[in-house]
């Protein structure tokens, strides 16, 4: 959180942002920090109680009372699962709410232009030339729109003046304009339309901002829940549009969850082998996990928005992968 605030120090000096404001994004942003550090924090926690638990004999003591290891580690597996159902519960419930706040939020600290946020999968946005845009996907990684309407507006009467309509726009660097295909173009009058010209391509000057200007940092599946973005996902894909990686997202709705017990079946077998290491074995134990999961997870992830795995077994394999190594590695620790 504070990196965060020096971070955006800038935006907020130059944009004369109130302390009220930045307090109430840095509210908003917490559940979102937490839900993403959440595993790395049961991991560390594991690791250290029961180091600490190995260093001071405790766990030798229970051994020899006839205790077996693993009635030693099941509240500590109860309490990964309670850990994980609290976070599947509150994306499902709290985190998209307070993700859509604190993007707006974000936009009003860094003097980002006006739009909605109540459904991140309908979205309208000032432009800066007396112009209003209206579009149900971006992709902020190919620079292209599907379903989008362009509304003009006379600056003076802000009656409308011109319409555009297309399934697609791509943003064209050789060109420096969006490039519009299958679509069409109204202007009005006062009283009428003017004129109605359907297209196949076309580029107009008036639509100049380039995709910078509607990008942001809050990922559009962190604004749903898994409900609304399984329906989001259906409705793009019956417009044709290009849903891999929202489905990879909607299979994380599950599996990021799930990965917090899976941190606690890998943390057990490492803590219980420290030995007379302690709590610094634990923590540096912890680092090298979590910089493999890390690794492991992005690849998967990747290779699954490039279509190389399915959805599915790009969300779990890093799950999978590490359940089976923690269940191994604890089935061979001494009870």
Known sequence: MIFTVFELLGDILRNQVSPYVVGEYLLNVTPYFLYNIAQYGVLLAVLITLGLMQRANEVTALKATGIS???????????????STALFLSDQFY????NKRQDALLNKIKGRPPQTYLNPYRKWIFGQHSTIYYYQIFDSEKNQFGDLSVFQFNPTTFQLVNRVYADHAQWEEKL????????????FSESAIQEYRPFDVSTFTA????PSYFKKEVKQSLEMNYEQLSRYIHD????????????????????????????VIIAIPFALSAGKRGAVAGVATAIGIAVIYSVVSGLFEAMGNISQLPPVLAAWSPDVIFALVGGYLILKVPT
């Open 207 to 210: 639509v100049s901002e380039p």
């Open 176 to 187: 420096n304009r969006w490039v519009f295909t299958q679509g069409w173009q109204r202007s």
């Open 236 to 263: 793009l894909q019956q417009s044709g549009f290009e849903v891999v990686r929202l489905k990879v997202q909607l299979q994380k709705k599950i599996a990021f969850p799930v990965i917090t017990f899976v941190m």
């Open 95 to 98: 985190l998209p709410h307070a």
């Open 69 to 83: 290891i693993y009635r030693v580690v099941l509240p500590v597996l109860l309490a990964g699962a309670l850990v």
